[in-house]
T-cell receptor
């Protein structure tokens, strides 16, 4: 699992509901990332955290918030889910700069 | 126009064929280039990581980067049915190499 655990694996939400996607890595890496993958769009960066205590916006941050709870955990929150947020969400981590990123297995989210 | 363009395919080849997968990009600042393999309903798995121009070989896989043409390639020799997957190119100009711009992905099917 590339040293990263995502929960839940599947989720169906109604429009307007909130939820938090959890990500935990066990490799003591500094950097963590949230991506979404949509058909025909590749993966797009939502938010990232270069180190514990810091977070920054990526390409598509609107409608999301994140928390870097500690070095291991990086959560993604949808405050009011919309159908446009139906996607597969991937958490990734990397040791530091100039190093490759390792991806989790994904959370499949459907908003109806 | 997308920063990274990748033909989505699908690409179907017979077992044992040489496969060529390609991406073009528009941002001359990109200097870290990666290829990920993604099996159906799984997370992306890093195959190759290249810095700047040149070739890199790992077993049956060879990655090439031509920065002057803004063009990268992945070659798979002696392709196997187990190579059937979606191949994603990804790149960044940042030393924070988890902040990636992805291509759409090319779906490859290797027929026995």
């Amino acid at each position: 699992n590339a040293g990263v655990t995502q929960t839940p694996k599947f989720q169906v939400l109604k429009t307007g509901q909130s939820m938090t996607l959890q990500c935990a890595q066990d490799m003591n890496h500094n950097s963590m990332y949230w991506y979404r993958q949509d058909p025909g769009m590749g993966l797009r960066l939502i938010y990232y955290s270069a180190s514990e205590g810091t977070t920054d916006k990526g390409e598509v941050p609107n409608g999301y918030n994140v928390s870097r709870l500690n070095k291991r955990e990086f959560s993604l929150r949808l405050e009011s889910a919309a159908p446009s947020q139906t996607s597969v969400y991937f958490c990734a981590h990397a040791p530091g700069s100039k190093t490759e990123a390792f991806f989790g297995q994904g959370t499949r989210l459907t908003v109806v | 126009q997308k920063e990274v363009e990748q033909d989505p395919g699908p690409l179907s080849v017979p077992e044992g064929a040489i496969v060529s997968l390609n991406c073009t990009y528009s941002n001359s600042a990109f200097q870290y280039f990666m290829w990920y393999r993604q099996y159906s309903r799984k997370g992306p798995e890093l195959l190759m990581y290249t810095y700047s121009s040149g070739n890199k070989e790992d077993g049956r896989f060879t990655a090439q980067v031509d920065k002057s043409s803004k063009y990268i390639s992945l070659f798979i020799r002696d392709s196997q049915p187990s190579d059937s997957a979606t191949y994603l190119c990804a790149m960044t100009g940042s030393s924070n190499t988890g902040k990636l711009i992805f291509g759409q992905g090319t779906t490859l099917q290797v027929k026995p």
